[in-house]
T-cell receptor, first 111, second 112 residues
Framework: GENVEQHPSTLSVQEGDSAVIKCTYS??????FPWYKQELGKRPQLIID?????GEKKDQRIAVTLNKTAKHFSLHITETQPEDSAVYFC??????????FGTGTSLTVIP | DAGITQSPRHKVTETGTPVTLRCHQT?????MYWYRQDPGHGLRLIHY???????DKGEVSDGYSVSRSKTEDFLLTLESATSSQTSVYFC???????????FGSGTQLSVL
């Protein structure tokens, strides 16, 4: 099956700085890579996704990059705000539509 | 949020008892999933379904079974609960392949 590794497990940044979270995956057949944000006590919710035929995607302060050759993808958050504090999960999705998640990154934005 | 309802929201049970968690959706999504969430492990796939009566195992399926007799309902059963199954369980649904999942609110299960 798929194996998704995510780093770092915790990340603290000053408000206004950038945050980067990195993930690697093992199954070269995986072709969809979503990112989820989970606030304390809440359900995970999608914030951005990227498909295998695209190298980069941006949505306001959030961007995701994908390197299929190296099997890694990254989440970039610019101009961080306190409301960005949450746990972020990456996922890799295979041809059977099974979603495999990383272990999560707890992001703290310090005002 | 998509119409996904998990029941119960909280449950405390004893080791060795059977437990069934229910996921109900009103979105007519094809795919349904059960995940467990534990500190340090993220979201781990237990079982998933790609249609009525079509289910398959995920990465942590031992001790769990599922059933999907109609599109809107996906049941997760712990045949004989153990303390290692204490966790938060999330149901998720997806409309089609390579599209985002929608999560339920979760069920906090404690096995004493």
């Amino acid at each position: 099956g798929e194996n998704v590794e995510q780093h770092p497990s915790t990340l603290s940044v000053q408000e206004g700085d950038s945050a980067v979270i990195k993930c690697t995956y093992s199954d070269s057949a995986s072709n969809y890579f979503p990112w989820y944000k989970q606030e304390l006590g809440k359900r995970p919710q999608l914030i951005i996704d990227i498909r295998s035929n695209v190298g980069e995607k941006k949505d306001q302060r959030i961007a995701v990059t994908l390197n299929k050759t190296a099997k890694h993808f990254s989440l970039h958050i610019t101009e961080t705000q306190p409301e960005d504090s949450a746990v972020y999960f990456c996922a890799a999705v295979n041809t059977g539509n099974q979603f495999y998640f990383g272990t999560g990154t707890s992001l703290t934005v310090i005002p | 949020d998509a119409g996904i309802t998990q029941s119960p929201r909280h449950k405390v049970t004893e080791t060795g008892t059977p437990v069934t968690l229910r996921c109900h959706q009103t979105e007519n999504h094809r795919y349904m999933y059960w995940y467990r969430q534990d500190p340090g492990h993220g979201l781990r796939l237990i079982h998933y379904s790609y249609g009525v009566k079509d289910t398959d195992k995920g990465e942590v399926s031992d001790g769990y079974s599922v059933s999907r007799s109609k599109t809107e309902d996906f049941l997760l059963t712990l045949e004989s609960a153990t303390s290692s199954q204490t966790s938060v369980y999330f149901c998720a649904t997806g409309p089609t392949t390579n599209e985002k999942l929608f999560f339920g609110s979760g069920t906090q299960l404690s096995v004493l």
